[in-house]
């Protein structure tokens, strides 16, 4: 029952080395734990990292193709601009040709003019407005493949209005004209057939 003091002291040794050991497998665990978390908030921030860097790859990807519609498109629309500007004066110096041409037809007042001046000019005015007829068509050829040709397709839809109600009316007359031939003709085969 009595224990020496050097056993004593052992047990103490041991006890305290125990509870050392206890300590620091506690500080370890602890330990272990603050590193398992920190993995964690690390394995989050490289996904973060790893979104953000998609994200901005996905815009840069999104910018470029969209930047390149720009690059393309300038150079096409220079062209373009160039190619308007020219139609433009082109369309310009036409209307002021044909404003040459419409002030002179009207100052063509034959209908004012007497006999004699009839006789005498009225191959001149005929030449006149065949040569306005002309720059008219020689226009409307130079527009033709454009933007602008609406301009000379009124002329032409004018024609085709003016040839059509031609049509149209030699068709009625034509039609009135052999309607009595045709109900002859219709009642001819009815007598026919029945006999």
Known sequence: M??????SQGLLIDEEN????????DVIQAQIE?????EAELAQKRQEIQ????????FLAYKEQVE???IESLPL???LLLSLNKDLEKLRSTEEEFRHWRSKMKDLRVEEWSNDRIKTSLDDAKSFVSQASQAFEDAEKE?????????FRQKIKRQNTASNDKVVFFVKQGFWF???LFGFAILIIIILGLV
């Open 178 to 180: 052999h309607l009595p």
């Open 143 to 151: 527009f033709r493949h454009s933007q602008h040709v609406t301009v």
């Open 77 to 79: 629309m220079e062209d």
């Open 51 to 58: 979104e953000i860097t998609q994200k901005k790859e996905a």
């Open 18 to 25: 125990s509870h050392e050991e206890e300590v620091s497998v």
């Open 2 to 7: 009595f224990e020496s003091k050097e056993e």
């Open 34 to 38: 603050q590193i398992k978390q920190k």
């Open 68 to 70: 390149h519609g720009f």
